[in-house]
T-cell receptor
């Protein structure tokens, strides 16, 4: 079955890099995603990576995918207080509409 | 360009009642999916609607039903509410088969069942 796991909490200092990790079990995904959720809000699509890629960079965000180990990571460079939120990794299934989400990692950015 | 809009934002119901949640997709999108997010959890897929029909369904009982209208908007209905149905209900839209078929989410409806 499909299972996506993430660590629950990460605390970093402002200006440092943050690395949020995710492992998954279903190797048939076409895309893997990172979403951000701020308090009381919906999900904001941050970035995504095609399953045949190893890395994708998008401004301060770097996504690394290790298909052999079924491991996905999101690196946020120069982390700011506005980056404080819950970050979800997700993988698609038969269609792009049916995503399986992890439980989310709460990122706390301290001054 | 309005994104995905959901109404109402908050709702309080009692056990056994029925509820209807509404969603308007992002402009240009034709597919609507619904997710349930319990407190402290990631969202879970309920079902997807395209061309006014349910196309895929997650592991949710028949108490959860939906509808899609010709203008692509959608409703989620939940009958015989249970305390465990308390959650944030998220609607997401996409354009099926588009070159960039990615899900965009609304801000959700927070449902509390007392």
């Amino acid at each position: 079955g499909e299972d996506v796991e993430q660590s629950l909490f990460l605390s970093v200092r402002e200006g440092d890099s943050s690395v949020i990790n995710c492992t998954y079990t279903d190797s048939s995904s076409t895309y893997l995603y990172w979403y951000k959720q701020e308090p009381g809000a919906g999900l904001q699509l941050l970035t995504y990576i095609f399953s045949n890629m190893d890395m994708k960079q998008d401004q301060r965000l770097t996504v690394l995918l290790n298909k052999k180990d079924k491991h996905l990571s999101l690196r946020i460079a120069d982390t700011q207080t506005g980056d404080s939120a819950i970050y979800f990794c997700a993988q698609d299934g038969l269609t792009a509409s049916k995503l399986t989400f992890g439980t989310g990692t709460r990122l706390q950015v301290t001054l | 360009d309005a994104g995905v809009t959901q109404s109402p934002t908050h709702l309080i119901k009692t056990r056994g009642q029925q509820v209807t949640l509404r969603c308007s997709p992002k402009s240009g999108h034709d597919t609507v999916s619904w997710y349930q997010q319990a407190l402290g959890q990631g969202p879970q897929f309920i079902f997807q609607y395209y061309e006014e029909e349910e196309r895929q369904r997650g592991n949710f009982p028949d108490r959860f039903s939906g509808h899609q209208f010709p203008n692509y908007s959608s409703e989620l209905n939940v009958n015989a509410l249970l305390l465990g149905d308390s959650a944030l209900y998220l609607c997401a839209s996409s354009r099926l088969g588009g070159s960039d078929e990615k899900l965009f989410f609304g801000s959700g409806t927070q449902l509390s069942v007392l």
